[in-house]
Structures are given as structure tokens and as C-alpha cells.
């Protein structure tokens, strides 16, 4: 059996972090109350000062996040406009989709990130990162696969942008507690087999750091050549991956307001 083990975290002050690193979060749940997104405005406020080389958004911002004007709130509307704030800094903004996240490519999310996709990457000294949101590649959980396929089609797009706001947003909520129980049952495991399996695909393809959101716990799983890393969730931890662009190491750090 393949093992795997958390990796350590840093609390550090602004002085102790270089500037132009790259930093990578995942799965941060923010609310779509007014207000619920104040916790990570104020964190990208602190990270600007770092001036980062990149960051990458790994999936599920949002509790959901449905890219049509029916649903956009105050809360959806504060956070992009943060990260157009850091894109006219220059810094680039990449979102890769999580499952949470629904028809972003051509939405009013593109003109405030540099870049909406299913997966990135990018090279940092010897060693070349995919980032990745990882919810499919647990083929176990049939309910959630069925769910992905029926909601993100043209048709669902065509059909949400038919249906009065009131009904989508009830429909969208009643589906998404009854499928929360399956994602929930599949991930009081993490799949690490799974994991070093398509660790050890990617690498073929010249991958040997490959980064997950979804599962919530912070994990690092060996994988042949390369090397499996599971985000833990931003909206429990506060915690982002750092990877630095000349030597390629990472780690994990959680920024202290007060220093």
C-alpha cells in the first residue's frame, strides 16, 4: 500500500516570506451572503504585499459558483473585483474548475482572472506542476460523475439561463444536499491508490508535482517519479501551498494578519 503523510505547515510574518513566489489554494467555500467574502479579500490584500509571481486558484471558491447573472451576489461581485485589483498589479490569476464551480469559461469571471481551465501548469526550477481540482479521478462515486456530466453541458447552460432565477437557485441547492452525503462517503477515505495511480500517469506525460483540491486533507503521496499533493480546504486552514520558482520546493504557510 502506498503511503502518504501530511506535510507541515509555517504560520510566518510578512518579513519571513520572499517576494515572487508562487502560491497555490484550494477549496476555499466562500458564502454568497454579503460579507462572506471579507475573510478572503482581506487575504489576497496580504499576499498582494508578497508580490507573488502567480496564484492559482484550485477549485471551489465558492460554495457554488454558477457564472450567470441570476446568480451573481455582492459576495461573487466583491471577490472578482479583488482579483482584477491583482491582475492590474500584474498579477497573472490562473482558476482551475473545481466541482463546485459551473460555466465559467465565458462568464463574467473571465476578464478578472488570466486564465479558466480544467488544469494548469507551470515549471518551477527541476520540477514541472499540475495543478488539478482531482474530484474525477474517484471513477467509485458514480452519483457525483453523473451529476458533473448532466450539469455541465450546453444543454444544462441553455436550460439554467431559461428558468426563473427562484427555481434555479431552489433546484441547485435541493441537488447539491443530496449529493453532499456521496462526496461526503467517498471522501472519509482519501483514494490514495487512485492518487499515486494518476500521479504516476501524469508523470509519463513530464508532471512530477501534482497538486489536488477537493479532498480537504493535507497529504503528500509518493508516486513513482513524482510526487501527489492534497490542498487542505483554505476555509478550515487559512493555508496556502508555496512553491518557490528557482529551486521548485514547496511548503505550506498561513499568513499572520498582525505582523
Sequence with gaps: ??????????????????????????????????????RIVDWLGILEQHQPKALYLNGDVFHYLIAHDKFLTNSIRNFLAKLRELRSRGIPIHYVEGNRDFF??????????????????????????????????NDRDLPYRFWRRASKNPVSRLGLALVPRKIARNLVNNVEKRLAQSNFKHKRRLPIELMEAYGRKRNTEGFDRIVFGHFHEKTVVPSGDATVVVLPAWYESGEAMMVSPETGAYSFVSFDPSS
Excluded: C, W
Aim: charged share 20%; net charge negative.
Design 1 to 38: 500500500m502506498t503511503n502518504s503523510h501530511p506535510s507541515p505547515t509555517r504560520t510566518v510574518s510578512n518579513r519571513e516570506i520572499p517576494p515572487h513566489q508562487i502560491f497555490i489554494i484550494g477549496d476555499s467555500h466562500v458564502g454568497l451572503s454579503d460579507g462572506n467574502e471579507q
Design 104 to 137: 465559467l469559461k465565458g462568464s463574467f469571471v473571465e476578464d478578472a482572472v488570466s486564465e479558466i481551465a480544467l488544469e494548469s501548469s507551470f515549471q518551477a526550477g527541476p520540477h514541472k506542476y499540475l495543478i488539478v481540482h482531482g474530484d474525477m479521478i
